[in-house]
């Protein structure tokens, strides 16, 4: 199946693909990953039955560890958006720097790599990760007290999380989008943003863990190498210095079947990128680079061969 990905134009990125692993925080809606009251309240009702526990329905806090329980497994997953449609005006618009960015077409299969150990939780059915995209499914009314029985009912809460993943509402239906839900630990990649003044404090910290990283400027890139404990430790120096870490997965090269440069970019530029790509990348060579321009009559963006 294929999918598409728009996004800007950053030639760094694009030589060596990595797509974010989106965390709620960093999401345009507002309401993304987050269960209505009533669902929880049902979700932790089960959670203490499951566990043969009374459920005290005027405990306001709805019993903190279960609270706290769930929140943590929700955080421990974030998302790869992508979108079926290929030929969006909109989605060129808001994702793709007002047409100024890239479409990247994507075959789903086998679109990421995954160690031994990774593909073993992405088989677990209690990890509510996922090899394959899910399509979203568009709502009017948001999941409450009517939550069916299967995402209420497990020994782990994947898929309670992974339906919250999944589902938006249909305001966002122009998008078309399918995701991939993956944990955090199985990014490939983390960036860290730091401030002049924490420079040291967190190159000491990564040092005292021997976990080896670039630093530009004021950027850490740190490469997991499929090494969890990496990401774990990154994770943690993030949060003690109060930094947002960027997750990011890598894409396998081969299935990068064409890059889209936007209706504003200028074909020189685009055939400078295009060169510059191919020159950087040798498994870019079966790449197809199109530019999109406006048809003259109808309100239809056109492929053009560059």
């Not at 490469?223 to 960027?246: H, T, W």
């Not at 997965?249 to 400078?272: H, M, Q």
């Amino acid at each position: 199946m294929k999918l598409f990905k728009y996004m800007g134009l950053d030639i760094t990125a694009l030589k060596d693909l990595h797509l974010r692993i989106s965390s709620r925080d960093c999401l345009n809606d507002p309401f993304e990953f987050l269960p209505t009251l009533s669902a929880t309240r049902k979700k932790v009702e089960v959670m203490q039955s499951l566990d043969e526990l009374p459920y005290e329905s005027n405990d306001l806090q709805l019993n903190i560890d279960y609270m706290e329980e769930l929140e943590g497994d929700l955080t421990k997953y974030g998302v790869v958006c992508l979108s079926e449609n290929g030929s969006s005006n909109l989605m060129w618009s808001h994702y793709a720097d007002d047409h100024k960015g890239v479409m990247i077409e994507l075959e789903s299969a086998n679109l990421f790599d995954f160690s031994e150990e990774q593909q073993k939780v992405m088989d677990n059915e209690f990890s509510a990760a996922s090899v394959k995209p899910i399509p979203i499914d568009y709502i009017s009314q948001r999941i409450g007290i009517d939550i069916k029985d299967e995402y209420l009912y497990e020994y782990a809460n994947s898929n309670f999380i992974k339906k919250f993943f999944t589902t938006k509402s249909c305001e966002w239906k122009k998008e078309q989008e399918w995701r991939y839900i993956f944990k955090f630990l199985h990014a490939d990649k983390v960036i860290l943003n730091a401030p002049k003044e924490s420079i040291e404090s967190i190159s000491n910290s990564l040092r005292s863990y021997k976990i080896q990283f670039e630093l530009k400027n004021c950027t850490f890139i740190v490469n997991s190498s499929g090494n969890e404990f990496n990401m774990i430790m990154v994770d943690r120096i993030s949060k003690s210095n109060g930094l947002s870490p960027i997750f990011l997965k890598s894409v396998n090269p081969s299935c990068i079947k064409s890059i889209y440069f936007g209706c504003r970019v200028e074909v020189s530029k685009a055939r400078e990128v295009r060169d510059t790509l191919l020159k950087a990348n040798s498994e870019y060579g079966h790449v197809n680079f199109k530019k999109i321009d406006l048809d003259v009559e109808t309100y239809q963006l056109r492929q053009v061969i560059i």
